[in-house]
């Protein structure tokens, strides 16, 4: 790899896929990725506090951002080549998504299209597989585009919804592979692996493809 990836990362909870990028790419030098900043929809939570101890710059977003035009200014100041939902609760503005379409990416604790929007979000997400009665649930990375949990899916790793579930349960399962798959997509793409293409697709540059890798293989992938 010749130049390494600048990652911003968008958090508003604890932090615990920041704190997975960290441990997986930002703190390995062959990994070629390194996070530049980190972007708090308020202070006091976790994820800047995990940012911080690593002295990676935090910023909190302001009570009033229209138009997007601070968030714009933060992401492109930090020269990321990639922008990371981790746990981001609120709509990027069109004109953010519009300026890094194709360079944006979210994770969301269930199998997309089904179980995400908006609302969608935490523990309700996880209800709402259990009450389905969806016996398969798992995460989803997929790109960012102008409405929640909608931009073309990259990549997915299912999880199998247990009998005697809860939603903290479930959550618990969920994340445990969201902590190997969001490092990993970031990894495909700071290798070019795969892109947007001009048709709002996901497309895979060879016939490898890491999601098709996580559905046949989960069980056998080595970390
Ligand atoms: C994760 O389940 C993620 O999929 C969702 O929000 C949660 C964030 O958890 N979008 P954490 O802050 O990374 O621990």
């Not at 995990?50 to 909190?60: D, K």
Request: proline share 4%; charged share 20%.
């Amino acid at each position: 790899m010749s130049e390494s990836l600048g990652v911003a990362v968008l958090a508003s909870g604890s932090g615990t896929n920041l704190q997975a990028v960290i441990d997986r790419l930002h703190l390995k030098d062959e990994s070629g990725v390194r996070v530049a900043r980190v972007v708090g929809s308020r202070a006091g939570i976790g994820a800047l506090e995990r940012a911080s101890s690593h002295g990676i710059p935090t910023y909190v977003l302001p009570e009033r951002d229209d138009g997007g035009h601070w968030l714009q200014n933060v992401l492109e100041a930090s020269g990321a080549g990639l922008v990371v939902l981790a746990g981001w609760l609120k709509l990027i503005p069109p004109d953010v998504v519009r300026s890094f379409r194709g360079r944006m990416i979210n994770i969301h604790p269930a199998l997309l299209p089904a179980f995400g929007g908006p609302g969608m979000y935490g523990r309700r997400v996880h209800e709402a597989v259990l009450d389905s009665g969806a016996k398969i649930s798992g995460a989803t990375v997929h790109f960012v585009d102008e409405a929640y949990d909608h931009g073309a899916i990259i990549a997915q790793w299912p999880v199998p919804v247990l009998a005697g579930d809860d939603a903290d349960l479930l959550a618990r399962r969920v994340l445990a592979v969201e902590h190997r798959l969001l490092p990993t997509v970031i990894e495909d793409f700071a290798a070019g692996r795969f892109e947007l293409d001009a048709s709002g697709r996901t497309a895979w540059t060879g016939a490898w493809c890491s999601g098709n890798e996580f559905t046949m293989h989960s069980e056998t992938r080595a970390d």
